[in-house]
């Protein structure tokens, strides 16, 4: 099914689920996968010891206090509610430097260590110029990706698609 928003709020939990979507299950799904969320941090904090790492994972919480880069909320709602969500279920307020409205522009200033990121796991293949993705471990934030087509659509570029698509979520 896929969410159908009732209200101007759009808004999810720290695990991923809607909170406050009515579901219009009269459109055909493929299925969802739980997409987990990496840190992408200045390679120069890990290399000055400023982050706890061990091989590649973030360890401990000391990196909760450091600057936060993030989608602002009126540009990406359900993921800026998801990453302040996580940080408030670790007891934890960010401190979010800067908002930005690309992932581009965000792991740019990460690069130029004006803070780190969560971002989706499958960012860490595009290698940037001065950052490290990080995993975050079992409590990460997870995005929920899906795809969702109309019923009479019988192309055969849709049908490609969702055979992709079932091989890749």
Known sequence: CVPRW???RRR????GRWSDARWNCSVPTAACR????????PKSWVRDRRLDVAGDAL???GWMDEPLIIFPPHVAPVFHDLVLGFYRAQ?????IRQEAIQMQTIISLVSAGMGLALVPASL???ARTGVRYLALGDAAPSLETG??????DSSILLANLRAIAETQL
């Open 6 to 8: 009732t209200g101007a």
């Open 12 to 15: 999810c939990s720290w695990n």
């Open 34 to 41: 739980m997409k987990s969320s990496n840190a992408a941090v």
């Open 59 to 61: 360890r401990g919480e």
């Open 91 to 95: 007891g934890r307020e960010p401190a």
């Open 124 to 126: 860490r293949h595009p």
């Open 147 to 152: 795809l969702a087509w109309r019923k009479d």
